[in-house]
């Protein structure tokens, strides 16, 4: 049984630093690509960043774009997210996925597998 459990989540203030945890377990994940989403309250679930697992190769939405990275570790299942220089719209749960590397484009994986979320709030 696959599992994404996310971690880091918390309440800080505009322009500070947080840093996103999230554990993949049950399978092996060398053929997939590692995504970061959120959602923010009334709005549509986003994009936030992604990255293949076999590569390293990465991308990001245009809104986080020089402000978060996404990393992996080695020998590791695990992805995280820095976001830096955070803002009040930054404001969301933030949802780990993992999907198949079927496609080149980052942006159009199909993801099959999500975690349950951590709630990050950045106060002005």
């Known amino acids: 049984q696959v599992q994404l459990v996310e971690s880091g989540g918390g309440l800080v203030q505009a322009g500070d630093s947080l840093r996103l945890s999230c554990v993949a377990s049950?399978?092996?994940?060398?053929?997939?690509?590692m995504g970061w989403f959120r959602q923010a309250p009334g709005k549509e679930r986003e994009f936030v960043a992604a990255?293949?697992?076999?590569?390293?190769?990465?991308r990001y939405a245009d809104s986080v774009k020089g402000r978060f990275t996404i990393s992996r570790a080695n020998g590791q299942n695990a992805v995280f997210l820095q976001m830096s220089s955070l803002k009040p719209e930054d404001t969301a749960v933030y949802y780990c996925?993992?999907?198949?590397?079927?496609?080149?484009?980052?942006?159009?994986?199909?993801?099959?597998?999500w975690g349950q979320g951590t709630q990050v709030t950045v106060s002005s």
């Open positions: 996925a993992a999907g198949l590397s079927t496609v080149s484009d980052l942006t159009r994986i199909a993801y099959d597998y």
């Open positions: 990255m293949r697992w076999s590569d390293f190769g990465t």
């Open positions: 049950g399978r092996a994940f060398s053929g997939y690509v």
